[in-house]
């Protein structure tokens, strides 16, 4: 497992998730600038609304040197340990090709820079539910997205934790983080994992895991966590209720967290704790103030950060990802 430097401190108010709490001098590996947050280079930008929250960025903070470099319509940053990279492209077309050749670039760099272990992936593209049946934009990129695996010869069961939303300003953007040595792979005993979906849900299946398990450098653990939705077995529980629907993504997460618990035999990632955070995104920018009510119910405590995105399945209104660290 990956020796990361990775942990969380969230301050008070108006709060910025800090993955790195080492002692010596600290670079930011990736800033994620969400909300009204204090300007910081580099910072990224992931083409979603924020809707409010506390979390207004994400620090991504590494405890060595970090090495910057960019190239056309892609950026990289790196450590000792783990490689950052963003890329962003116009999504045009058929997003099968986009995502293909995204990922065949994607896993090269990573590869021939050292870092082989993909960690988490964050996928935000363009019109995510437009097209019918098999053709629908979310499908073609499962299509894309396998294609290139299966010629890289990674096997969807080996996938990485990962996030697919839809924005809406015609632009790919997606978001790796690799590791020199492997994660490991969380799945959820309340849901079917992804590359088993039946076709009903597309020709190609997705390949991530629910979570990715890290090793931190100081015996701790974080737990990089997909996108969580209302979905059971397979199926989508609570189509059109995006109250309920929140309910039952909060319970997958529990089911996930206890799995990750027992898994791992680390007592302490079974239940959110002071160095966790999420990402909430919702379809309709209406729905955000009673799901983040609902979700501050369940966690009165939990940095969250809103977002208006689409979900990959029409019947979807609302996703949760989260990191977590024990
Ligand atoms: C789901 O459980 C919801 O295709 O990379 C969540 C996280 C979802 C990642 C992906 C899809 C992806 O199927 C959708």
């Given at each position: 497992?990956?020796?990361?430097?990775?942990?969380?401190a969230?301050?008070?108010?108006?709060?910025?998730?800090?993955?790195s709490?080492?002692?010596?001098?600290?670079?930011?590996?990736?800033?994620f600038?969400?909300?009204?947050?204090?300007?910081?280079?580099?910072?990224?930008?992931?083409?979603?609304?924020?809707?409010?929250g506390?979390?207004?960025?994400?620090?991504?903070?590494?405890?060595?040197?970090?090495?910057?470099?960019?190239?056309?319509?892609?950026?990289w940053?790196?450590?000792?340990?783990?490689?950052?990279?963003?890329?962003?492209?116009?999504?045009?077309?058929?997003?099968?090709e986009?995502?293909?050749?995204?990922?065949?670039?994607?896993?090269?760099?990573?590869?021939?820079?050292?870092?082989?272990?993909?960690l988490?992936?964050?996928?935000?593209?363009?019109?995510?539910?437009?097209?019918?049946?098999?053709?629908?934009?979310?499908?073609?990129?499962?299509?894309?997205?396998?294609?290139?695996?299966?010629?890289?010869?990674?096997?969807?069961?080996?996938?990485?934790?990962?996030?697919?939303?839809?924005?809406?300003?015609?632009?790919?953007?997606?978001?790796?983080?690799?590791?020199?040595?492997?994660?490991?792979?969380?799945?959820?005993?309340?849901?079917?994992?992804?590359?088993?979906?039946p076709?009903?849900?597309?020709?190609?299946?997705?390949?991530?895991?629910?979570?990715?398990?890290?090793?931190?450098?100081?015996?701790?653990?974080?737990?990089?966590?997909?996108?969580?939705?209302?979905?059971?077995?397979?199926a989508?529980?609570?189509?059109g209720?995006?109250?309920?629907?929140?309910?039952?993504?909060?319970?997958?997460?529990?089911?996930?967290?206890?799995?990750?618990?027992?898994?791992?035999?680390?007592?302490?990632?079974?239940?959110?704790?002071?160095?966790?955070?999420?990402?909430?995104?919702?379809?309709?920018?209406?729905?955000?103030?009673?799901?983040?009510e609902?979700?501050?119910?369940?966690?009165?405590?939990?940095?969250?950060?809103?977002?208006l995105?689409?979900?990959?399945?029409?019947?979807?209104?609302?996703?949760?990802?989260?990191?977590?660290?024990?």
């Open positions: 497992m990956a020796h990361a430097h990775l942990t969380k969230a301050e008070s108010g108006k709060r910025a998730l800090v993955l709490r080492a002692s010596h001098s600290q670079q930011a590996l990736v800033n600038i969400f909300g009204p947050a204090q300007a910081v280079w580099p910072s990224t930008d992931i083409g979603l609304k924020w809707l409010g506390d979390l207004v960025c994400e620090r991504w903070m590494a405890a060595s040197p970090v090495r910057f470099g960019h190239g056309d319509g892609w950026s940053s790196r450590n000792d340990e783990l490689l950052a990279v963003a890329m962003v492209a116009p999504d045009e077309g058929d997003p099968a986009t995502t293909a050749r995204f990922y065949r670039e994607l896993i090269a760099t990573v590869r021939s820079a050292g870092y082989p272990h993909l988490r992936i964050w996928n935000y593209l363009s019109d995510i539910n437009g097209g019918d049946g098999d053709n629908e934009r979310y499908r073609r990129f499962c299509v894309g997205r396998g294609q290139a695996l299966a010629e890289a010869g990674l096997e969807d069961a080996r996938m990485c934790a990962a996030t697919a939303i839809g924005n809406h300003d015609d632009r790919f953007r997606l978001f790796a983080l690799a590791g020199r040595t492997p994660g490991q792979s969380v799945e959820n005993p309340r849901q079917v994992s992804a590359w088993n979906y076709p009903i849900y597309g020709a190609r299946s997705p390949a991530f895991a629910r979570a990715t398990a890290v090793s931190l450098q100081d015996q701790r653990t974080a737990l990089l966590i997909s996108g969580t939705a209302s979905v059971v077995g397979h989508t529980a609570h189509p209720d995006v109250l309920a629907q929140t309910d039952e993504a909060v319970s997958n997460l529990a089911a996930l967290l206890a799995e990750a618990a027992s898994d791992l035999r680390q007592p302490g990632l079974a239940r959110f704790g002071s160095e966790s955070a999420a990402r909430v995104y919702v379809r309709h920018a209406e729905d955000w103030p009673a799901v983040h609902r979700l501050r119910e369940h966690w009165p405590s939990l940095p969250l950060a809103g977002f995105g689409d979900i990959c399945r029409r019947d979807l209104l609302m996703e949760i990802e989260a990191w977590h660290c024990a």
